[in-house]
């Protein structure tokens, strides 16, 4: 007990170190750009302020494109990282999410691997070693527990399936659905547990109707609590940006590439860092069970290694063209992502890597201290992989969202914010959002398509000259951007930048008609009067990232 507390105190520390930059540097931290500050933070700040945190099913959030962003799109009042930002200025909340989150993550795995993955006090080093390295994985801040928590909900139904359960694994079942999100993790798990469960019954273990019961009882949680979205997917109302989103185009041998980098790096959104040390040692510790013919205790080691291939494999593959048949006759085959069962890859991963080191740390004292060694190298390497070193180049949080230097920009109009609609090119709409402007522009993947036709108009002919950007728009459009040809898909042009917008060709008759007055640069227009434009001011400050071309309409 003594040794388990040092290690589980050391675990603390470590991620105490990890975490430190947040909370002493707040908006001065250097934090994730993709999906996240161009994103989610703007998210809950614009819905903090609208009114309508408990707005109904059919309500709307009126700063974001014309007030036709459905209320339902920006997801559940009863989720607790709403809350946080509600309650806490951003960085505080942000913050306070990564403790929470790498805290439970850390706790789930470790109690998955004492008791079920790898039991035994001799194996205490690999269980909080792996769990500490799991925790330190460089998740999608957004997704909160809905992979990272999936090792603590897995160790809470294996103990009902086991008919070991205690009021803490249902407490566990109830509270996880505040802090994660089904579509982004937890679907693709319950089913796994759902087949789990059908396995269990066809092999002879018997109908275990505690477990099924259980697994029932997260999915209603779930459903509960995030009821918007079971309400937009039962009651379809008008069509969406979804509605145009096609998944199914890769050739077989750009599917077979894309699951081998998959495998062999991961996934943005469940970034697992991988490939220098677990791979190997998950590599040599497969050697080991076919050299000397471990399958039968070593089988769980096995069916997760091949598990993992699988389910690199079933990401690339949802995205090949032979599916195209079929998406055409089944539309929810192309507006649900079900490439994410490799949101799965991360407590496959990890928990392999425990079972891996124990398998080599059993081949003799020289390899067990390369076990060791291993487990060490690969949490000294996820460090090297926090924030403040990975987005080091990027700008801070303060530098994003510029809240002075947009102070400035809406003195000078001089007008209610609500009174008109600004656009912006070569920086995110987000932080416009954030800074309490109205905008045309947007990025969401759940808005009205009919306004995704309309805002289409204003940049048909610089679609037009670069097919990169008419696919991207086209074929999904979660980003309702002013695209340009020359600019292609960079949304973060800095002040240091000495580009200039050459041949832009805007349709601002429509813009004006959609109520758009004021477009937000990043870069000076050439040829502005050709598009109506007049430039009105430039505006610049040290504690902002970017340079803002003020043009109005004319």
């Known amino acids: 007990m003594k040794k388990e507390k040092r290690y589980i105190l050391f675990a603390f520390i470590v991620l105490a170190v990890y975490l430190s930059p947040l909370f002493i540097l ?10 996240n500050l161009d994103s989610n933070l703007a998210w809950y700040k614009v819905l903090a302020r609208s009114g309508e945190m408990f707005g109904g099913v059919e309500g709307i959030i009126p700063q974001i494109i014309n007030g036709q962003l459905p209320r ?57 070693g792996s769990a500490l390295a799991f925790a330190l994985t460089p998740f999608w801040p957004s997704g909160m527990l809905s992979t990272l928590g999936i090792p603590l909900a897995l160790w809470a139904f294996l103990n009902i399936r086991n008919r070991e359960a205690s009021w803490k694994d249902y407490l566990v079942l109830t509270l996880l659905p505040f802090y994660a999100s089904i579509v982004l993790g937890f679907f693709f798990f319950l089913t796994a547990m759902g087949i789990l469960w059908l396995m269990d019954g066809l092999r002879g273990r018997g109908w275990n109707l505690r477990f099924l019961v259980s697994i029932a009882y997260m999915s209603i949680i779930f459903m509960i609590v995030e009821y918007r979205l079971v309400f937009s997917f039962l009651f379809k109302g008008e069509p969406n940006s979804r509605d145009e989103y096609f998944h199914a185009e890769l050739p077989f041998w750009n599917s077979v590439r894309l699951s081998i980098k998959n495998y062999l790096l991961g996934h943005t959104h469940v970034m697992t860092v991988h490939t220098l040390f677990i791979l190997p040692a998950t590599f040599i510790a497969i050697y080991f069970v076919f050299w000397k013919r471990l399958w039968k205790q070593e089988k769980l080691f096995v069916f997760l290694f091949g598990l993992n291939i699988v389910l690199s494999l079933w990401y690339a593959f949802w995205f ?27 407590l496959v991963i990890y928990a392999s890597f425990a079972l891996a080191l124990k398998i080599i740390f059993l081949q003799g004292k020289s390899l067990a201290r390369t076990a060791k060694w291993l487990m060490v190298l690969q949490i000294l390497l996820l460090g090297l992989f926090n924030d403040e070193i990975i987005y080091r180049q990027k700008p801070t949080v303060k530098e994003f969202f510029a809240e002075p230097l947009f102070q400035e920009i809406k003195e000078h109009i001089g007008l209610k914010q609500e009174e008109y609609r600004v656009a912006s090119i070569g ?32 940049i048909e002919k610089e679609l037009a000259k670069n097919k990169t950007i008419r696919k991207y728009f086209d074929q999904w459009g979660g980003r309702c951007y002013i695209f340009t040809a020359q600019v292609g898909k960079r949304y973060m042009i800095k002040k240091d930048s000495k580009r200039h917008l050459k041949n832009l060709e805007l349709n601002t008759d429509m813009f004006k008609e959609m109520g758009g007055r004021y477009i937000f640069s990043a870069i000076p227009i050439d040829n502005a009067a050709e598009n109506k434009l007049a430039l009105e001011k430039i505006f610049e400050s040290k504690t902002s990232a970017w340079k803002i071309y003020l043009y109005k309409t004319m």
């Open 427 to 458: 920086i995110h709409p987000a932080v416009s959002q954030y800074n309490g402007f109205y905008t045309l522009d947007t990025y969401n993947n759940f808005y009205p398509l009919s306004y995704k036709h309309q805002f289409r108009k204003i």
């Open 26 to 35: 707040q908006e001065n931290a250097h934090i994730r750009v993709h999906d």
């Open 72 to 128: 339902n799109a920006f997801g559940t009042e009863y989720s607790i990282i709403v809350w946080l930002y509600a309650l806490f200025p951003t960085m505080t909340a942000y913050a306070l999410s990564q403790a929470m989150t790498r805290i439970v993550a850390f706790f789930g795995m470790y109690l998955l691997l004492k008791k079920h993955v790898l039991p035994g006090e001799n194996w205490l080093f690999m269980q909080i």
């Open 320 to 346: 090949y063209e032979g599916w195209l048949p079929l998406t055409e006759r089944f539309h929810f085959m192309d507006t649900f992502n079900f490439a994410r069962y490799h949101f799965l890859r991360p």
